[in-house]
């Protein structure tokens, strides 16, 4: 029987993955994509669409379908999805691996303001700017909803979704972006602070660069921890390595 791999998608690492593994002869590759994106773009191989249900759903999927290995290459935000699952996985006995890019590190010149959630990145707010560039997701922003005496230019590849606050300027756009762009945005914008989580990728990195060029202070959220126990490798070709010893 071919070997079956779920991989646990959304990003350009996890279609990247997809790619490679449909291209090879005998590999059944299915990416569960949880569906908060209208338009997620190509991805090869089979594609599920929606969540499993939890762990326990995750589970009996692996279970069902007869998956010989996990690699979750979901976003290094996705916390629920991650502990899901590596619960599943230890339940089933199903190989898993978290495939997450390498974070952002400060470099000479860079005003981080590093905290450890979007709530403490909402109150170190009022002492950095009033006019806040704010890319931490569509689904992020009730955190700061309560600053009203500040100004937010938020951007999202999709409308973002209430509660939001009251001075909230939206712009629709999808990376990569460069430095220039980014620069010209912040100037326009007339920007004082930048947040963003530590995503990581070069995909978004260019407003870092920008901020740095402009003297501009950055609140950074760290990334939540992984489970314990949970192996992680930092690009495509640990994963190949990795599905080699247990997917062969």
């Known amino acids: 029987m071919s070997p079956h791999v779920l991989v646990l998608g959304g990003t350009t690492?996890?279609?990247?993955?997809?790619a490679v593994l449909a291209g090879r002869?005998?590999?059944r590759v299915t990416t569960s994509l949880a569906g908060r994106v209208a338009r997620p773009g190509a991805v090869a191989g089979e594609v599920r669409v929606g969540g499993f249900g939890g762990a326990e759903g995750l589970a009996e999927w692996l279970?069902?379908?007869?998956?010989?290995?996990?690699?979750?290459?979901t976003h290094p935000?996705?916390?629920?999805?991650?502990?899901n699952a590596a619960r599943a996985a230890a339940a089933t006995g199903v190989p898993s691996l978290v495939l997450r890019r390498p974070g952002w590190h400060p470099g000479p010149g860079d005003r981080w303001h590093l905290v450890d959630s979007l709530d403490e990145a909402a109150a170190a707010l009022p002492g950095l700017g009033r006019r806040v560039f704010l890319t931490t997701g569509r689904m992020d922003l009730a955190a700061f909803?309560?600053?009203t005496g500040l100004h937010f230019v938020v951007r999202s590849v999709e409308p973002p979704?209430?509660?939001?606050p009251p001075h909230t300027e939206?712009?629709?756009a999808r990376g990569p972006f460069t430095v220039e762009d980014e620069s010209a945005l912040l100037r326009a914008h007339r920007i004082d602070v930048l947040v963003t989580k530590d995503s990581g990728g070069a995909a978004t990195a260019a407003k870092l660069t920008?901020?740095?060029?402009?003297?501009?202070?950055?609140?950074?959220?760290?990334?939540p921890p992984l489970p314990d126990g949970v192996t992680e490798v930092p690009d495509l070709a640990g994963v190949l390595r990795w599905l080699e010893l247990n997917a062969p």
């Open 25 to 27: 002869e005998g590999v």
């Open 210 to 223: 920008a901020a740095r060029e402009l003297a501009l202070p950055v609140v950074v959220v760290r990334r």
């Open 170 to 172: 939206v712009l629709l």
């Open 13 to 18: 690492e996890a279609r990247e993955l997809a």
């Open 145 to 147: 909803a309560p600053l």
């Open 161 to 164: 979704e209430p509660p939001m």
């Open 63 to 73: 279970r069902e379908e007869h998956v010989d290995a996990l690699v979750d290459a």
């Open 77 to 83: 935000f996705a916390r629920g999805i991650t502990g």
